[in-house]
């Protein structure tokens, strides 16, 4: 992508545009900074707002390429579907609002997106909608280290085997697999990902370089700019450790009560764990408590079991950020639905965090040191920790001293925007170059006929096909085929005898054979000689085909009743693919061809299609109206402007019939149809 390029980018949040959370602040931030640098922006989230809904869906209806904004105008923001009621007091993850996926659908089908960048793209929701529907370049970024909603649909996860919980993390897995690029906001969630969706090493989440990921400064990486602390360092005060630098604290100065809050954004039972530490806090001890809560919480958490002496010390107040002279705050998630965002917050303003001992919370204090830790639900550790803050103040002074030498830093968006763009060049560069093909070569297609062409087929060389060689061709000839693929099960002999033949019957062969690799599905060489053994890596077919001087056709690559190259194979070959099978009839499930199609269109490949015939019945149920051809330049060229023909109907009846004449027909009467076959065949 040049720099002056402007880009389509759909950002899509799974939370409503209403609830104040910080993964929407993130998609709107970055959509306006993308915005600025010139791309045209639109951000896809749910809404509590009946009205705008409504609104969005008759924008959509009325003329949805339109609402693509100018190149560096603001972002639009379209609320796609009405989200979901709360439920106060139940933790839950972001939910597919009503109604969203046809909206979803609608926006990404008629607007021509470059790029999609969902956010915690967990189903179901706006995310998981929008990665389902997308026809563009996909890109995810994970947010939040949450156990339960990345740990609990992943490959990792405990539960048993069987059952619902196994087909959503199969389900789950799969579709984060349509993932071009991941990418993530903090080590800690890249590494729960990456535990949870085991994927190739190259497409492990990516996270930014410091500052931008809220490491310290002095952790920042040769030629990363870092900028300033967002602080400004309080003047020092001297603890009794020569030259150690730490702030003065307005508890010590003033002997004030410790002020100690506990914040709303975790799960319940960090909440349990926080408010039973409070209740156990020592009565001679000078401190109070704020404890966040929801505006709709009638009934806090706890609220009931808070002792005479700390009820008068507790306040329950419903607020969306922390209160201003918050001492200590208490973080006490077990990983279920972690809280980052307020531990940052935390450090920025002053207070010293008091955290379980998650790989979030470790990374964010730097292994405790600007702030204590506990292990998750160590309900007698947290009481000592809080307590050593309130009756040692120079503990709070240490601490936020700590903080000021190796502070967290305000994310820098301008480098963080470029970082992210960096990002989509790169995948960007991965797609193939629409002018790739020799004008020349162009030119002289122009002035060929066109032919029917059928790119996938099976003679009796293949183990599950019947089919006689002669059979084949004489099909080919009736169905007014001018040029069809020999593409047997590891095997070349059936389409060098079809070829040695071709010319009684006036059909052009096409040398080739569909490999079945070790582990990642199959391809299909065209224009090859030589055979290339069953069982070789993906990588080594692709190879053997390249030094034959052979092109590399992939065949239903998503049909999960095939072997076939998932996503992330599939994405480790894209620069080796010459042509994709986009079509294919006996294809059982319509949206596998379908995914296959995107897949072609958004890379820039050469769709294919062929009949995967085993029945001489079969062929050309599905042709390519194409210019005829003189070897693999031309037939590529003259591929990329194909039309593709396709009849409806044919699979049951193709399928009974390859099992009447392989199955259900004994060895011996099998020869005897053969026979029969052949001689109708040459007589024809």
Same mark, same amino acid.
């Given at each position: 992508?040049?720099?002056?390029?402007?880009?389509?980018?759909?950002?899509?949040?799974?939370?409503?545009?209403?609830?104040?959370?910080?993964?929407?602040?993130?998609?709107?931030?970055?959509?306006?900074? *993308?915005?600025?640098?010139?791309?045209?922006?639109?951000?896809?989230?749910?809404?509590?707002?009946?009205?705008?809904?409504?609104?969005?869906?008759?924008?959509?209806?009325?003329?949805?390429?339109?609402?693509?904004?100018?190149?560096?105008?603001?972002?639009?923001?379209? #609320?796609?579907?009405?989200?979901?009621?709360?439920?106060?007091?139940?933790?839950?993850?972001?939910? *597919?609002?009503?109604?969203?996926?046809?909206?979803?659908?609608?926006?990404?089908?008629?607007?021509?997106?470059?790029?999609?960048?969902?956010?915690?793209?967990?189903?179901?929701?706006?995310?998981?909608?929008?990665?389902?529907?997308?026809?563009?370049?996909?890109?995810?970024?994970?947010?939040?280290?949450?156990?339960?909603?990345?740990?609990?649909?992943?490959?990792?996860?405990?539960?048993?085997?069987?059952?619902?919980?196994?087909?959503?993390?199969?389900?789950?897995?799969?579709?984060?697999?349509?993932?071009?690029?991941?990418?993530?906001?903090?080590?800690?969630?890249?590494?729960?990902?990456?535990?949870?969706?085991?994927?190739?090493?190259?497409?492990?989440?990516?996270?930014?370089?410091?500052? @931008?990921?809220?490491?310290?400064? $002095?952790?920042?990486?040769?030629?990363?700019?870092?900028?300033?602390?967002?602080?400004?360092?309080?003047?020092?005060?001297?603890?009794?450790?020569?030259?150690?630098?730490?702030?003065?604290?307005?508890?010590?100065?003033?002997?004030?009560?410790?002020?100690?809050?506990?914040?709303?954004?975790?799960?319940?039972?960090?909440?349990?764990?926080?408010?039973?530490?409070?209740?156990?806090?020592?009565?001679?001890?000078?401190?109070?408590?704020?404890?966040?809560?929801?505006?709709?919480?009638?009934?806090?958490?706890?609220?009931?079991?808070?002792?005479?002496? %700390?009820?008068?010390?507790?306040?329950?107040?419903? %607020?969306?950020?922390?209160?201003?002279?918050?001492?200590?705050?208490?973080?006490?998630?077990?990983?279920?639905?972690?809280?980052?965002?307020?531990?940052?917050?935390?450090?920025?303003?002053?207070?010293?965090?008091?955290?379980?001992?998650?790989?979030?919370? $470790?990374?964010?204090?730097?292994?405790?040191?600007?702030?204590?830790?506990?292990?998750?639900?160590?309900?007698?550790?947290?009481?000592?920790?809080?307590?050593?803050?309130?009756?040692?103040?120079?503990?709070?002074?240490?601490?936020?001293?700590?903080?000021?030498?190796?502070?967290?830093?305000?994310?820098?968006? !301008?480098?963080?925007?470029?970082?992210?763009?960096?990002?989509?060049?790169?995948?960007?560069?991965?797609?193939?170059?629409?002018?790739?093909?020799?004008?020349?070569?162009?030119?002289?297609?122009?002035?060929?006929?066109?032919?029917?062409? $059928?790119?996938?087929?099976?003679?009796?060389?293949?183990?599950?096909? %019947?089919?006689?060689?002669?059979?084949?061709?004489?099909?080919?000839?009736?169905?007014?085929?001018?040029?069809?693929?020999?593409?047997?099960?590891?095997?070349?002999?059936?389409?060098?005898?079809?070829? %040695?033949?071709?010319?009684?019957?006036?059909?052009?062969?096409?040398?080739?054979?569909?490999?079945?690799?070790? !582990?990642?599905?199959?391809?299909?060489?065209?224009?090859?000689?030589?055979?290339?053994?069953?069982?070789?890596?993906?990588?080594?077919?692709?190879?053997?085909?390249?030094?034959?001087?052979?092109?590399? @056709?992939?065949?239903?690559?998503?049909?999960?009743?095939?072997?076939?190259?998932? @996503?992330?194979?599939? *994405?480790?070959?894209?620069?080796?693919?010459?042509?994709?099978?986009?079509?294919?009839?006996?294809?059982?499930?319509?949206?596998?061809?379908?995914?296959?199609?995107?897949?072609?269109?958004?890379?820039?490949?050469?769709?294919?299609?062929?009949?995967?015939?085993?029945?001489?019945?079969?062929?050309?149920?599905?042709?390519?109206?194409?210019?005829?051809?003189?070897?693999?330049?031309?037939?590529? #060229?003259?591929?990329?402007?194909?039309?593709?023909?396709?009849?409806?109907?044919?699979?049951?009846?193709?399928?009974?019939?390859?099992?009447?004449?392989?199955?259900?027909?004994?060895?011996?009467?099998?020869?005897?149809?053969?026979?029969?076959?052949?001689?109708?065949?040459?007589?024809?």
């Amino acid at each position: 992508m040049s720099a002056a390029e402007s880009l389509a980018i759909a950002q899509v949040t799974p939370y409503p545009l209403e609830a104040d959370h910080p993964v929407t602040a993130h998609v709107l931030r970055l959509a306006d900074e *993308l915005g600025a640098l010139g791309h045209r922006v639109v951000v896809l989230a749910a809404s509590r707002d009946a009205a705008r809904v409504a609104e969005t869906r008759r924008r959509l209806k009325a003329d949805a390429a339109a609402l693509l904004p100018d190149a560096g105008a603001d972002p639009v923001v379209l #609320a796609v579907g009405e989200a979901l009621p709360a439920i106060p007091g139940v933790d839950r993850a972001p939910t *597919l609002a009503v109604d969203a996926a046809r909206t979803v659908d609608d926006a990404l089908s008629q607007i021509a997106f470059d790029l999609v960048h969902v956010h915690e793209p967990f189903g179901p929701s706006v995310s998981s909608a929008a990665l389902r529907h997308s026809r563009a370049l996909n890109v995810g970024t994970f947010h939040l280290p949450a156990e339960r909603f990345i740990a609990g649909m992943g490959a990792g996860a405990s539960g048993g085997s069987g059952g619902g919980s196994d087909l959503l993390r199969k389900r789950s897995g799969r579709l984060l697999g349509r993932l071009d690029d991941r990418l993530a906001t903090s080590a800690a969630t890249a590494a729960l990902v990456a535990r949870s969706f085991p994927i190739g090493r190259g497409y492990a989440p990516r996270v930014p370089p410091p500052p @931008y990921a809220g490491l310290a400064e $002095d952790e920042a990486p040769d030629g990363v700019p870092v900028p300033d602390a967002a602080t400004p360092a309080p003047a020092t005060t001297d603890t009794g450790d020569a030259g150690a630098a730490t702030a003065p604290s307005t508890a010590v100065a003033t002997r004030r009560p410790v002020h100690v809050v506990l914040p709303l954004d975790e799960e319940r039972a960090a909440r349990r764990t926080a408010m039973r530490a409070l209740r156990r806090l020592g009565t001679d001890l000078d401190w109070r408590a704020t404890v966040v809560v929801a505006d709709d919480d009638v009934v806090p958490v706890g609220a009931g079991n808070l002792g005479a002496h %700390a009820r008068d010390r507790v306040s329950f107040v419903p %607020a969306h950020v922390l209160p201003e002279d918050a001492d200590v705050v208490v973080l006490a998630s077990t990983g279920t639905r972690p809280a980052p965002h307020i531990l940052v917050e935390a450090l920025q303003n002053g207070a010293v965090p008091v955290a379980s001992r998650i790989d979030v919370h $470790d990374e964010l204090t730097d292994g405790g040191r600007r702030g204590p830790l506990f292990e998750p639900g160590d309900v007698d550790v947290l009481v000592q920790q809080l307590e050593r803050l309130i009756e040692r103040p120079e503990e709070l002074a240490r601490f936020r001293g700590a903080e000021l030498e190796h502070p967290l830093t305000e994310p820098d968006w !301008d480098a963080y925007t470029a970082w992210v763009v960096d990002r989509y060049d790169a995948l960007l560069a991965r797609r193939h170059d629409r002018d790739r093909f020799d004008p020349a070569v162009v030119a002289r297609l122009r002035e060929r006929p066109l032919i029917d062409v $059928d790119l996938h087929m099976h003679t009796d060389h293949s183990g599950d096909c %019947a089919t006689p060689v002669e059979v084949l061709l004489d099909a080919a000839r009736r169905q007014g085929l001018g040029a069809i693929a020999v593409t047997d099960h590891n095997e070349v002999s059936g389409a060098h005898e079809a070829a %040695a033949k071709a010319a009684e019957y006036g059909v052009k062969i096409i040398i080739g054979e569909e490999v079945k690799t070790a !582990d990642q599905g199959e391809v299909i060489g065209l224009f090859i000689e030589e055979r290339i053994p069953k069982g070789v890596t993906l990588q080594e077919a692709i190879a053997d085909i390249r030094r034959q001087g052979g092109l590399v @056709y992939v065949p239903h690559p998503f049909d999960r009743m095939h072997s076939v190259p998932d @996503y992330e194979h599939m *994405l480790d070959i894209v620069h080796e693919i010459d042509a994709v099978e986009v079509f294919n009839p006996r294809v059982a499930i319509a949206s596998f061809n379908e995914e296959a199609a995107r897949f072609a269109a958004k890379y820039r490949m050469v769709a294919g299609a062929g009949s995967d015939s085993h029945v001489a019945q079969g062929l050309g149920s599905v042709r390519l109206r194409m210019r005829d051809f003189d070897g693999p330049e031309e037939f590529l #060229a003259s591929l990329a402007d194909a039309e593709i023909r396709t009849k409806s109907g044919t699979l049951v009846y193709v399928q009974a019939l390859k099992f009447l004449e392989t199955v259900a027909t004994p060895a011996p009467a099998r020869r005897l149809v053969r026979e029969r076959r052949v001689r109708r065949a040459t007589r024809g």
